[in-house]
Structure formats: C-alpha cells, structure tokens
Nanobody, 123 residues
Framework: QLQLVESGGGLVQPGGSLRLSCAAS????????VGWFRQAPGKEREGISC????????YYTDSTKDRFTISRDNAKNTVYLQMNSLKPEDTAVYYC????????????????WGQGTQVTVSS
C-alpha cells in the first residue's frame, strides 16, 4: 500500500512562490509515477503535471506549465511542485497522486491519493 502526504501549502500574495512536497511511503521501491492535481471550489479536479520514476515529465495545464515545475528526489521518495508567479486563480486544494503504470491528466485514472494541501493566493 502506497501512502502519500502533501505539505507546503499556505497563504501567499499574488506573484509569490510556494513549493509543495509529496512524500511517499509504504513501498521499498520508487518505480511509480506521481502526478499533481488541484481542485478549486465548485470545479473538477484538474491535472497539473506528472513525473515518472525516470523523471520524464508531462504538463497538462497551459495556465501553469510556464510557472510550475515538477521534480522528484527518489532517495527521499518525495516529489515537489515549485509554483512561481502565483495568481489568485491558482487558489485550490492541491493533491498528489501515484500509480505504477503511466501518467494521466485524468483524476479517475489514479489509484493512490494524498489528503491535499490548501493553497490560497490573496493580497
């Protein structure tokens, strides 16, 4: 069983930065893919980016791909989402997800989820 714990969310002013972390545990291997999603109130969960164990990266959302960067540290079993130039419309609960097969921008195709971390962008 793979467990995921997100951290790093909070309140930030427009134009600011945050780095989210997704720590994975429960397995003795790192051969899984990890994705970042977000869900704003009243909206569907939206895929942001995904990274494989070999660090192949896919970005799903045009509005964030030039501002958000995904990375992973396999030694720490942790995946990061660096978010720069944050905007009020980035306000959402951010989730990481994991699976063993392939990346997808569709939330329904992921098996394991973290509990989410709130990001609020406001002055």
């Amino acid at each position: 069983q793979l467990q995921l714990v997100e951290s790093g969310g909070g309140l930030v002013q427009p134009g600011g930065s945050l780095r989210l972390s997704c720590a994975a545990s429960g397995l003795g291997e790192d051969r899984y893919v990890v994705g970042w999603f977000r869900q704003a109130p009243g909206k569907e969960r939206e895929g942001i980016s995904c990274i494989t164990s070999s660090e192949t990266i896919t970005y799903y959302t045009d509005s964030t791909k030039d501002r958000f960067t995904i990375s992973r540290d396999n030694a720490k079993n942790t995946v990061y989402l660096q978010m720069n130039s944050l905007k009020p419309e980035d306000t959402a609960v951010y989730y990481c997800a994991a699976d063993f097969y392939y990346c997808s921008g569709l939330a329904g195709e992921w098996t394991y989820w973290g509990q989410g971390t709130q990001v609020t962008v406001s002055s």
